[in-house]
């Protein structure tokens, strides 16, 4: 029997990750605002989610965090901000870790998965959704339609190397099919075009889709996935391994994340606040319950953990595909 992809599940086993810290762990009491750089335009699951935990944590923080859209480059603009910002903790970014991951592999940024303190707030799954005008009811007909016309079914994503783009490329690699690839400056963008007509298809995640799915200005086909999801307020989207036998993809896990080298009170005092208030949050376990996500609240070892298979599967999907210029292995990236 296949599982849901559901909260309750995702909760317990993020919950059990999240290990308490010492009542001696010094706190970190921030002098002026923290800037949160969202490497993408505003409104995609990113933009979505970081301003959720970023409201939570201000009230643990007592100060503000400003959240800077700064989109370009499928993410590694704003992550190279942060990355080359001083290293007094004032200064974050966010994003899914599998993009985080293989931005050296593109050759986009010099930087790795280990060089940055990961804060996991939920997981994702991208759906295969088409614009409703479009023939194709069912997956098969959409990828028998691809195979008969290869390069020409578009597909919008918020560009090279993230999620979207890695789910579309699994299933093209699984399917032996081919597309025209349009590439947007995030993920909402990329729905909202499909929406408008200027591609046939997305590939983009579940919570950036979920209104659209639910108001029918989009048709889900499948989630690209071997596990069904139940969308709040629509019902359960099938998987696309009930039309491709054994295809599997690695959960997504979304963060904020703060580059190593910053004073050992900012880490400690984020990680208490992700123990006493992030995996409490009613309101993140609300948002991700609306749109078809698992409240994952992670960080440290067992968030790094949690992260490498859709690393891995990314990196060297990109690579194989001739999308990437360095090897994966070259740069700590194993072979799945």
């Given at each position: ?10 909760t ?6 999240v ?6 762990a010094?706190?970190?009491?921030p ?20 301003r ?8 643990a ?31 974050w ?18 930087t790795?998965?280990?060089?940055w ?49 890695s ?58 996935s ?5 969308l ?17 993809a ?13 004073p050992?009170?900012?880490?400690k005092?984020?990680?208490k606040?992700?123990?006493?208030t ?17 409240f994952?609240?992670?960080?440290g070892?067992?968030?790094q ?32």
């Amino acid at each position: 029997m296949k599982h849901l992809f559901n909260l309750k599940y995702a909760t317990a086993m993020a919950l059990a990750c999240v290990v308490a810290l010492p009542a001696s762990a010094q706190q970190w009491k921030p002098s002026h605002p923290i800037h949160l750089i969202v490497p993408w335009a505003a409104g995609g699951a990113t933009d979505q989610v970081s301003r959720i935990a970023a409201a939570e944590m201000e009230k643990a923080l007592g100060q503000t965090i400003v959240i800077v859209n700064q989109p370009g480059a499928s993410g590694s603009i704003g992550t190279k901000s942060a990355l080359d910002a001083p290293k007094d903790g004032y200064t974050w970014t966010a994003g899914a870790a599998q993009d985080l991951g293989s931005y050296e592999t593109m050759g986009t940024l010099k930087t790795r998965i280990a060089d940055w303190h990961l804060f996991l707030t939920v997981a994702n799954m991208q759906v295969l959704s088409v614009n409703p005008a479009t023939p194709y009811q069912t997956p098969k007909q959409l990828l028998d339609a691809m195979k008969a016309n290869p390069g020409k079914i578009s597909v919008a994503t918020a560009g090279i190397g993230t999620a979207g783009h890695s789910a579309i490329d699994l299933v093209a690699k699984a399917a032996n099919i081919t597309y025209k690839h349009v590439t947007y400056d995030g993920g909402n963008p990329a729905v909202i075009a499909t929406v408008a007509g200027e591609a046939q298809v997305t590939s983009q995640l579940a919570g950036e889709q979920a209104d659209m799915i639910r108001g029918k200005r989009l048709r889900a086909l499948a989630t690209i996935s071997d596990k069904p999801l139940n969308l709040e307020g629509y019902g359960t989207i099938p998987p696309l391994s009930d039309t491709i036998p054994g295809f599997t993809a690695p959960l997504n896990y979304f963060g904020i994340f703060i580059p190593k080298g910053v004073p050992d009170e900012v880490v400690k005092t984020v990680e208490k606040i992700w123990t006493d208030t992030i995996a409490k949050s009613d309101a993140l376990k609300k948002y991700a319950t609306s749109r078809g996500a698992l409240f994952s609240p992670m960080y440290g070892d067992a968030a790094q953990k949690a992260v490498m298979p859709a690393v891995q599967a990314n990196a060297w999907t990109l690579y194989n595909s001739g999308k990437a210029k360095v090897s994966p292995d070259t740069v700590g990236i194993p072979k799945l």
